[in-house]
């Protein structure tokens, strides 16, 4: 037997990535009469058959999975934001940090269009929003800045897939399948186009499937970018904002949920401009959703 990756199911075949090429694979009885359950990205057992036909023997126990979308074993994810048009959605960037955070997936932001952002028209707003995503490498997050158009940082980025399964996410129109053709020509995927007049993409990816791309495998990930937050008790969330740890244990009251609270160390650093404002913002914001969430439950 030999180890692969599953990179998708499709009418009851399965296709696994070992050795440097894709096989075929149907399942063993014994999967078909427990059910069970098959999700891009598992590590599997396959037995080679004629040509590239297998069958799968066994699958390994999952470090990771997600449900939206579904997909297992993820090592990383690329959120990718353009630079402008359309302009970063921070609060979307911080609800997927939080998401993929969760389920101990190391995110990498990725600023893309940046030849855009050299035009001499550029408008304010797109530079203030280009600069406020400076300030995430500052909390330790991966930040790269790359082109489509003229290759810039396309390099960067094929170093971070080498051996890794990584999953794409963001906003339409940023620009994702646009990024997996210029890191490989070869999968040819469907662009979608940003619409002039309302300033957002057009979904262009329907359904979720690992691609060898480069030296890695890669899933452009529909509905990965939905607004919801993991389930967390209202006392988590402030470990998903690194910029709090520095003040952990300032505030008058250890139970201090850093919002409404008195003599809070968090708030006194946001006045001070050391914690960044509209992050913090955020964080009242998702605080909020997490005490609707608990009482809901």
Partial sequence: ???????????????????????????????????????????????????????????????????????????????????????PDLNLLDRLLIQVTEVKIKPIIILNKMDQAEKPNIEDQDMFALSRLDFYQNLGYDLLKVSTRTGQGLDEVRKHLKNKITVLAGPSGVGKSSLLNALDPALELKTGEVSRKLKRGRHTTRHVELMVCGEGLLADTPGFSSLYLPKMNREELAVFFPEFADYEGGCRFTSCLHHKEPDCAIKTAVEAGHIERLRYEHYCLFLEEVIAAERRY
């Fill in 1 to 87: 037997m030999i180890s692969g990756i599953l990179l998708k199911g499709y009418s009851g075949f399965y296709y696994v990535y070992a050795e440097d090429r894709v096989w075929e694979c149907s399942l063993r009885g014994r999967f078909r009469i427990r059910d069970q359950e098959f999700l891009p990205g598992d590590r599997v057992q396959i037995l080679p058959g004629t040509g590239i036909k297998a069958t799968i023997e066994k699958v390994e126990e999952r470090q990771n999975s997600l449900v939206r979308p579904t997909i297992a074993n993820v090592d990383q994810a690329f959120l990718v934001f353009a630079c402008v048009s359309p302009q």
